[in-house]
């Protein structure tokens, strides 16, 4: 069994327990680069760090990068033709890329109770007012950490962030804020689900992933975890990072699906567990 393990980033926590656990199994395991991915129609080739060819491996696991233009879709087509075992690749396969604004899009397709959004590039600050209350959230359809989410309490923000995207360009959309102090993360490795780690915002903070959040095992929480099992039913992943809410009305909803999600946080909250290992095992026949 032959492993490639497609990321940018060599030396992230991520990147080196797999390798680590690929090791310990007994696996091969090479890391290629996003950047330096060579496509050749002609030969109908894909070469890895320009000199590998794909299809020498039996199986490859994607992590995202924040600097390649090369799209994902490119890996997945020649996996699907090649026969080559990929993770999550039933999940891709369907949806391709899969922004959060999309993201609501199959939550309601699928029945997955998720959070109110609204997505227009004409919407008044009048009728988010109406449909969202306030305040809202805005934020990019691409992003991570919570570095793209804003608070939007007025007018004059509203119209700030408006002007900033017409400048540069970034797809966005608007949500309903649900007041909570707290949101969980659960890990979905096979057909299984770990966690949560319960995610608790600083004193002053609304937002759950940013510096200073608190985090603490919640194995108790079990509407957090019937939750993520409805949602491997109703989906095709192997692999996640599941972002949940409890509403108002303890209602659990699904903020969002990181199928590139790191676990390092994880790890620390539940080490018994080990997702690098329980995810290279996936390919262990």
Not at 173 to 200: A, H, M, N, S, W
Not at 223 to 241: C, D, H, M, P, Q
Request: charged fraction near 30%.
């Amino acid at each position: 069994m032959r492993i490639c393990l497609i990321t940018d980033n060599k030396k992230s926590y991520s990147t080196k327990n797999f390798l680590k656990e690929a090791r310990l199994a007994g696996k091969s395991i090479t890391i290629a680069s996003w950047q330096n991915i060579l496509f050749n129609s002609d030969k109908n080739s894909l070469l890895l760090n320009k000199k590998i060819s794909l299809d020498k491996f039996d199986a490859v696991i994607l992590r995202s990068s924040k600097t390649s233009l090369t799209p994902s879709s490119l890996v997945l087509d020649y996996c699907e033709h090649n026969n080559i075992r990929l993770l999550n690749k039933c999940f891709y396969l369907r949806y391709q890329s899969v922004n959060k604004l999309r993201q609501q899009v199959i939550f309601k397709i699928k029945k997955i109770p998720y959070l109110k959004t609204l997505y227009g590039e004409n919407l008044s600050f009048g009728l988010l007012k109406k449909e969202l209350g306030m305040p809202f959230v805005a934020k990019f359809a691409h992003g991570s950490l919570g570095k793209q989410v804003f608070k939007i309490s007025s007018l004059k923000e509203f119209s700030n962030f408006i002007i900033k995207r017409k400048l540069d360009k970034q797809l966005y959309l608007f949500q309903k804020f649900y007041k909570t102090d707290c949101d969980y993360r659960v890990f979905i490795v096979g057909k299984k689900v770990f966690g949560p780690v319960k995610r608790i915002a600083p004193e002053g903070e609304w937002k759950t992933n940013t510096r200073g959040t608190k985090h603490k095992r919640a194995e108790q929480e079990k509407r957090v975890l019937n939750f993520a099992k409805k949602i491997i039913e109703k989906t095709s992943l192997e692999f996640a990072g599941l972002d949940i809410l409890i509403d108002s009305t303890g209602k659990p909803r699904l903020i969002e699906i990181n199928t590139m999600a790191c676990f390092k946080v994880f790890d620390k909250i539940y080490p018994e567990i080990n997702i690098a290992k329980k995810t290279i095992a996936l390919f262990i026949i």
